[in-house]
């Protein structure tokens, strides 16, 4: 069974400061996706960024960036200037073709001014 | 929110009645999915569905049990609710088109057994 594991549960970075959220998954599959959401308090979940399993590159969405290591099964989480509005629980997910999407326990990001 | 409702937001409910949660979408979405949120454990799939009559168990699966007799609506029932599921509970849809896909999520319902 495919699992996803965060081993951080909660992290703290200063405002305009970079910090990396950690993930790893477990499959036998060769063809799948990746994902970051953020969940503020508001409990909405907001899809942070994507990354296709057969690109070998790393997917890019403004200060949001990914480090995927197909062969290592990591997929880190990196925001760049930091902003107190990043505060939130980010969750990793995990979908393969069968469309099952798996999470993580989540990291609770804290951000100081 | 591609459209999705769930139904209600928030229940309070007493051990061992049966509780049924609705989730509706607008968008005739095929992948359906009912996860629930506890502190520590992230979010934890239930049951999913891949169609119409079609669906599945995820890693939580005792004690509940799903319906989708149509596109739109997924329903969750706790057949004989217990305080071990009080929780957050999350309905998602997967847009699943070959090399395209997203999940939306609803709201979510609150849900408290007493």
């Known amino acids: 069974a495919q699992t996803v594991t965060q081993s951080q549960p909660e992290m703290s970075v200063q405002e305009a400061e970079t910090v990396t959220l950690s993930c790893t998954y477990d499959?036998?599959?060769?063809?799948?996706?990746l994902f970051w959401y953020k969940q503020p308090p508001s409990r909405q979940m907001i899809l942070v960024i994507r990354q296709e399993a057969y690109k070998q590159q790393n997917a890019t969405e403004n200060r949001f960036s990914v480090n995927f290591q197909k062969a290592a099964k990591s997929f880190s989480l990196k925001i760049s200037d930091s902003q107190l509005g990043d505060a939130a629980m980010y969750f990793c997910a995990y979908q393969d073709v069968t469309d099952k999407l798996i999470f993580g326990t989540g990291t609770r990001l804290q951000v100081f001014p | 929110d591609a459209g999705i409702t769930q139904s209600p937001r928030h229940k309070v409910t007493e051990t061992g009645t049966p509780v049924t949660l609705r989730c509706h979408q607008t968008?005739?979405?095929?992948?359906m999915y009912w996860y629930r949120q506890d502190p520590g454990h992230g979010l934890r799939l239930i049951h999913y569905?891949?169609?119409?009559?079609?669906?599945d168990k995820g890693e939580v699966s005792d004690g509940y049990s799903v319906s989708r007799s149509k596109t739109e609506d997924f329903l969750l029932t706790l057949e004989s609710a217990t305080s071990s599921q009080t929780s957050v509970y999350f309905c998602?849809?997967?847009?699943?088109?070959?090399?395209?896909?997203?999940?939306?999520f609803g709201q979510g319902t609150r849900l408290t057994v007493v």
């Open positions: 998602a849809i997967s847009t699943g088109t070959g090399r395209v896909t997203e999940a939306f």
């Open positions: 499959t036998s599959e060769s063809d799948y996706y």
């Open positions: 968008e005739n979405h095929r992948y």
């Open positions: 569905s891949y169609g119409v009559k079609d669906t």
